[in-house]
């Protein structure tokens, strides 16, 4: 069965710091490791990663797939109070399947 | 601006009743997902599809949960009857597989079964 683990579960900084998420997950035949935030409503997407030890960046965003540790982690300098929210991980496999992780609520304090 | 439709938003029922969740997934995507969300699980799995055929529908409860797509525009996943733990979000995402793995999704269904 395909498992998603993120952690921490929830984290706490105040803005300025640096922070980093991190997932680990088993899946038959991976395709894409993902990432979104979900902050009120529906996730909304922020990188898919398919190779290893490219990174990917968005701003003050980056996340980084080793495929060999099954591993991603996701990166977020100079923390916002706008940063606040539910990181999740996906993986998806090559029959289609995406499963998620419990994600990561990250709270930014002024 | 392309998004995935799901109604209703929110859905307050009595346990033992039947409940109906639609989802108009964006023009051109041609997978489907359904998901529940709760403080205690995350996003769960309930089922999926492809071209509008079932892949995989292990997650649900075969008993009292179903999932169908009558066509490409309408997904629904039905609960009868409806229990006090079938409370949660539920989200619908859409796909294209044909360019990468990407999912959009619908703002959800907040359901309360009393």
């Known amino acids: 069965e395909d498992k998603v683990v993120q952690s921490p579960l929830s984290l706490v900084v105040h803005e300025g710091d640096t922070v980093t998420l991190n997932c680990s997950y088993e899946v038959t035949n991976f395709r894409s490791l993902l990432w979104y935030k979900q902050e009120k409503k529906a996730p909304t997407f922020l990188f898919m990663l398919?190779?290893?030890?490219i990174e990917k960046k968005s701003g003050r965003l980056s996340s980084i797939l080793d495929k060999k540790e099954l591993f991603s982690i996701l990166n977020i300098t100079a923390t916002q109070t706008g940063d606040s929210a539910i990181y999740l991980c996906a993986v998806a496999s090559r029959a289609g399947k995406s499963t998620f992780g419990d994600g990561t609520t990250l709270t930014v304090k002024p | 601006d392309a998004r995935v439709t799901q109604t209703p938003r929110h859905k307050v029922t009595e346990m033992g009743q039947e409940v109906t969740m639609r989802c108009q997934p964006i023009l051109g995507h041609n997978t489907v997902f359904w998901y529940r969300q709760t403080m205690m699980q995350g996003l769960e799995l309930l089922a999926y599809f492809r071209n509008r055929a079932p892949l995989d529908d292990s997650g649900m409860p075969k008993d009292r949960f179903s999932a169908e797509m009558p066509d490409a525009t309408l997904a629904t996943l039905k609960i009868q009857p409806s229990e006090p733990r079938d409370s949660a979000v539920y989200f619908c995402?859409?796909?294209?597989?044909?360019?990468?793995?990407?999912?959009?999704f619908g703002s959800g269904t907040q359901l309360s079964v009393l």
């Open positions: 398919t190779s290893s030890g």
């Open positions: 995402a859409s796909g294209n597989r044909a360019f990468n793995e990407k999912l959009f």
